[in-house]
DNA sequence: CTGCATCCATAACGATACTG
DNA sequence: CAGTATCGTTATGGATGCAG
């Protein structure tokens, strides 16, 4: 399957990379990975994404049903994202794509150095 | 390894993600997924590409060692582009992707059409 | 606590014209 | 044929302030 290209596939790939490429969409969908998270939490797991980015990934995956999202009306309000079947199924090619990443990242840094030699 | 999330093991896995998530990085990499291709080849084969993105694509992926470029200095000019071994080797966990967004697609279309529903 | 609204800077992308 | 140069548009990301 892999070798064809229709033009469905390709649309469809390259949806899935266009969300999967924007920055910060492969950072929470790992932080959620082993159990759900509050907003807050996840602010100060990832560390240095801002508010907005933020909710808007959540917003994205959300609407692309890779997580679902729990409000409990308290004061002050809580709120709970957690992944669902299908976000935990993307997390297998995920690992996959980083653990070929990691392996393979000395590779292209060696690449880069040599580009930048020949400059 | 999947399950760690080191600093470098993020930065390593959304620079790979950076690169492939760019619009046309995956299509010119399975372009030249069965043989070298010249330049226009690609551009014809492609069909809605720009030059300019085709032509910053390239740059990009032999930058990083994903293909090699080989000119042959004649007139009218000639340009081969191929797949390095690092190239074929990331064809592996990219098809793994396609493969996943073609067997799933039809559950975020789902998931997009309820958000909608629901608004 | 969770988030929306606003404004701003930069980067990505595309169309067009021109060149060795 | 295989680009480069330029310009304009849109998308993306970030900072800040405000609100339920």
Redesign the pocket.
């Known amino acids: 399957m892999a070798t064809e290209h229709s033009h469905d596939a390709c649309r469809s790939v390259r949806d899935l990379l ?1 969300r999967i490429g ?3 969409t492969v950072v929470v969908v790992r932080s959620l990975r082993s159990e759900p998270r ?4 996840l ?1 100060r797991d990832i560390g ?6 933020l ?2 990934t ?2 994205d995956l959300e609407r692309d049903g890779f997580i679902c ?1 729990k ?1 409990t009306a308290s004061i ?6 957690a992944l669902t079947d299908l976000g935990r199924d993307l997390l297998g090619p995920l690992d996959s794509l980083g653990d070929w990443a990691v392996a393979n990242q000395h590779r292209v840094d060696a690449a880069r150095a040599r580009a930048i030699a020949a400059e």
Chains 1, 2 share one sequence.
């Open positions: 266009a924007s920055k910060w509050r907003f807050s939490e602010k240095d994404i801002s508010q907005k980015m909710t808007s959540l917003r999202r409000v002050p309000p809580r709120v709970d994202y």
